[in-house]
């Protein structure tokens, strides 16, 4: 069977699965984003809690995720979670927090002193200084770190098939056990063209929110 | 007026403390211009941060209109001075107006009064408010976005005004430029200015009053001609430069050292004959020939020899024209470069105010030196 009857056959199954990746990878970037945003710009205060952070987050990020969703089984199991969204979407968000906490930690840390120093002698507070000054020029590489998360994320959330979460993942999975190839390979192109379509997405985004000011 | 009364900072405790400023004590008059000058680690930055409280005083107290730095709220504080340092700062994601205005709207101002303000202030500092005013700090030169710098500072019209080597990290000729502009515009305002500079030269050009520092402690607190000419000690003399006299050339005015009320002065409408014969029985190098109280050359013996026309058709021109206004250093450059000795003074408006010439530029740095030394003399 072709690729091309394959898909007139399970175009709505295709769209479905499609959608229910792309909710997947959606609700765990929002929710790493509103945790690992504030966490990167609260980290910049202190040293000391940002290596430890940040080394907290790497270690998440070398956990190979088929072997998360094993280790989150039987911890998940006791609230009646072990497959499903739930683990998938708490793996999706571990991932996340990484590149987001640490480009938001970097971004801040790197406005020039110089304007920091301004900004405080001119008599602006912390909030102040972060809401006009640091947090708009962090954001393009904010938004970079949210990038390589959600493009991370498109791919982990196919293998979160593995553990009944749904997603184009399924046809991947469904296919190798059935040696269906033409399946297998719907499902694969299809999570590359997210993966792509949301890179371009992102990049329109990063050129969009950076302030005018910054693009000169 | 901000009084620094006995202030000492140290950084660091223990074996590691590090004094930065050591019991430093002067005060800085209503409207006037303060230059903390000193090599780098001299303390002067330490003490100007301290006049904002970005740094904490550790001994003594800072006085600010009166009020005990301390004993104020630090935002407030830093709200009540305007703020230039030599990065500029300038926020590169707001516009002109709204890096100027960042001050007035902490202020509560409503929004006409600050774009009316804005377009004041870079009035004021010479950029035209319709081109610059919704541009990006990144499409300025240094030197204009050290102006809007500038403009920032003043932006809610403080009394006090804090800067930290504003100008250097500005080229040569645009400093020199921007120096200028500042003055007139400190002519007018009248601020009372805490200035952090490295520059001697910028010093002696900016300050009503230099404060010379080294190593945390303060050297000598003067004028910058006591300064030049009656340096407190060896490092300050030294740091100076020992063309001291020559520094001080530049910041004496022309006004000051020309002779207002010249003799040797002809009409230009004078007969040749006459005026030689009135020369020769003066005993006259060289006279000024004017006309209609303007400048229009200068006449000596060995011109008007045999000569019969007027004196305004015969003189020569002088190669430059030298203003009231301008640094006597300038005058003496003319002076060597052209090889005349003596040269008409002009005001604003082209009109003749006196004359100077090499020996009273001399006799003037010899009165400066004079008021210096009579104590030594009568010893």
């Known amino acids: ?216 | 007026m901000i009084e620094y009364d006995s202030v000492t900072k140290i950084f660091g405790i223990g074996k590691k403390a590090v004094t930065a400023t050591d019991n430093v004590t002067f005060t800085i008059a209503d409207g006037e211009t303060a230059v903390f000058l000193g090599p780098s680690g001299c303390g002067k930055t330490t003490l100007l941060r301290m006049t904002n409280r970005l740094e904490a005083v550790t001994r003594g107290t800072i006085r600010v209109m009166g009020r005990d730095t301390m004993e104020m709220d630090a935002q407030k504080l830093r709200l009540s001075m305007g703020y230039v340092i030599q990065q500029i700062g300038l926020f590169p994601n707001k516009t002109i107006a709204g890096n100027i205005a960042v001050v007035p709207r902490m202020l509560g101002w409503d929004r006409g009064e600050i774009r009316s303000r804005v377009d004041e202030l870079l009035g004021m500092v010479n950029l035209d408010p319709e081109i610059y005013r919704d541009r990006y700090p990144a499409e300025l030169s240094g030197g204009q976005q050290q102006r809007v710098g500038v403009a920032r500072g003043l932006a809610a019209n403080p009394d006090i005004l804090l800067m930290d080597e504003p100008f250097g990290a500005i080229d040569p000729i645009n400093r020199d430029q921007i120096q200028d502009e500042f003055l007139r515009l400190q002519g007018k305002l009248k601020k009372t200015i805490a200035f952090v500079s490295h520059d001697i030269h910028e010093a002696i050009k900016m300050a009503d009053k230099i404060a010379i520092f080294k190593d945390g402690r303060l050297v000598q607190f003067d004028t910058p001609e006591a300064i030049l000419m009656r340096p407190a000690n060896k490092f300050v003399s030294d740091f100076v430069g020992a063309d001291r006299a020559l520094k001080v050339l530049g910041l004496l005015r022309i006004r000051d050292a020309m002779n207002p009320e010249p003799r040797n002065l002809v009409q230009a409408g004078e007969d040749a004959p006459g005026v030689l014969k009135m020369m020769e029985a003066q005993n006259l190098p060289l006279a000024f020939v004017i006309k209609d109280n303007r400048p229009v050359g200068y006449v000596h013996p060995k011109l008007l020899k045999y000569e019969q026309g007027r004196v305004g058709e015969l003189a020569e021109k002088f190669p430059e024209t030298l203003g009231a206004r301008e640094p006597v250093r300038d005058a003496l450059s003319a002076m060597l470069m052209h090889d005349i000795t003596a040269f008409p003074v002009v005001d604003d408006n082209g009109n003749l105010a006196g004359t100077i010439s090499y020996r009273q530029i001399q006799k003037s740095i010899l009165d400066l030196y004079a008021d210096d030394h009579e104590e030594s003399k009568i010893e």
Request: contains cysteine; glycine residues 10%; positive net charge.
């Open chain 1, 1 to 216: 069977m072709t690729l091309f009857a394959f898909l007139q056959d399970n175009l709505a199954r295709t769209l479905f699965l499609a959608w229910e990746h792309v909710w997947l990878v959606g609700l765990s970037l929002l929710i790493a984003m509103c945790t690992g945003i504030p966490i990167g710009i609260a980290i910049t205060r202190s040293k000391d809690l940002a290596q430890k952070v940040l080394a907290g987050a790497n270690v998440i990020m070398t956990v190979p995720s088929i072997a998360l969703f094993g280790l989150m089984l039987p911890i998940l199991a006791i609230v009646g979670h072990g497959l499903g969204k739930v683990p998938a979407v708490i793996a999706l968000v571990l991932y996340s927090l990484l590149p987001i906490i640490r480009n938001t930690f970097i971004a801040i840390k790197n406005v020039d002193p110089a304007l920091v120093d301004a900004g405080r002698g001119m008599g602006m507070g912390k909030w102040r200084l972060l809401r006009e000054v640091e947090i708009p020029l962090a954001v393009p590489v904010i938004l970079a770190g949210l990038k390589t998360a959600a493009v991370m994320n498109i791919g982990i959330a196919a293998i979160a098939a593995y553990v009944g979460a749904g997603g184009l993942g399924v046809f991947i999975q469904q296919g190798i056990a059935r040696s269906h190839e033409t399946m297998i390979l719907t499902g694969a192109l299809a999570v590359s063209l997210l993966a792509i379509v949301v890179d371009l997405a992102m990049s329109l985004l990063e050129r969009w929110v950076t302030p005018k000011g910054l693009k000169i």
